[in-house]
């Protein structure tokens, strides 16, 4: 079953940018469990498993047929679940063990560019100047957020850093691919479904209880994380995917480091610096540049 009709206008914009910014304070909730013991797969988990939760109790209320699937399109949910969701994070907790967040940060951002030119080959997307420009500034902006750190870089951070951006790209192409033929609710539903399964086994669900016992207050920032910066996000930007190209989309959810920024400001007292408000000006240049009107070349 398909999801809605793609619709015009500013909608689906709004709910891409809407999703970034569920995905932009998840530092907010993350922190809070890592100080109580939970590690980064352990998070992941449980972001996995309340989508999870969450997704097949509305899918129960809505319409029950949303559950059904060809298992022929069985590697669609493989690749969302298993590549954009479990390699994703593997690669990208990984990234930021070898080299700075700011850096490992820079290279999950590289997930537009392979997005944009998986779009063309797979979707005839037209890779426009608009596009290109966009990208650029959105990624420049990215670099000045973040604060490139001083010092080098291994090949092997570069690598994994730059299969966390491939990793993360993938859930538009897959994602782009079943929303042909099935709904929204239907697609996230088994992408947690297969990452649950995927960590399942290597998340020790026992210290992650003795943590939780330890700290009852964390309950709640873990709910933030599975509800305002998983569910949430990974509704409005499918939902947004059906009617924006991949491309475009990935390229808005730049938004998401201009969000963390924010957030850090205002939640931890971090400093804003003249560089990362440059970032955030180049941001959002670019998020005009991708919507203002008129023929593209």
């Known amino acids: 079953m398909k999801g809605k009709g793609k619709g015009t206008g500013a909608l689906p914009v709004a709910l891409i940018l809407l999703a970034a910014a569920g995905w932009g304070v998840i530092g907010v909730f993350s922190r809070p469990m890592a ?10 988990f449980v972001r996995s498993v309340t989508v999870l939760v969450c997704m097949g109790a509305l899918l129960a209320v809505k319409d029950r047929r949303l559950f059904r699937v060809d298992i022929r399109d069985g590697w669609i949910f493989l690749g969302t679940g298993l590549v954009s969701i479990v390699f994703f994070n593997v690669c990208y907790f990984t990234a930021i063990q070898l080299t700075t967040l700011a ?7 590289t997930a537009p560019c392979f997005v944009m030119l998986m779009s063309a ?15 650029a500034l959105a990624f420049a902006g990215c670099v000045l957020v ?13 690598l994994i850093g730059v299969g966390a951006g491939f990793g993360y790209a993938t859930y538009s192409i897959f994602g782009k691919a079943a929303l042909k033929k099935y709904h929204t609710f239907t697609l996230i539903f088994y992408t947690f479904l297969v990452s649950t399964v995927c960590l399942a086994p290597f998340v020790k669900l026992g210290q992650a209880a003795a943590a939780f016992a330890a700290s009852p207050g964390t309950v709640w920032p873990a709910l933030g994380l599975g509800l305002a910066s998983t569910f949430m996000p990974y509704v409005c930007y499918t939902m ?7 491309g475009k989309a990935s390229v808005l959810a730049f ?17 804003l610096t003249a560089m ?19 023929k593209e070349k």
Do not use: C
């Open 103 to 109: 850096v490992a940060s820079i290279l999950l951002y």
């Open 276 to 294: 990362n408000a440059a970032g955030i000006a180049l941001i959002f240049a670019a998020i005009v540049l991708l919507n203002v009107q008129g």
């Open 240 to 246: 947004g995917l059906e009617s924006v190209e991949a």
């Open 121 to 135: 080959v797979f979707f005839k997307e037209r890779i426009t100047a608009r596009k290109v420009a966009a990208l």
């Open 255 to 271: 938004f998401e480091p201009l969000v963390a920024t924010v957030a850090g400001i205002l939640v931890f007292h971090e400093r």
């Open 146 to 158: 973040s604060g490139l750190a001083a010092g080098g870089i291994t090949p092997k951070a570069l």
């Open 35 to 44: 100080a109580a013991g939970l590690s980064s797969m352990q998070m992941t």
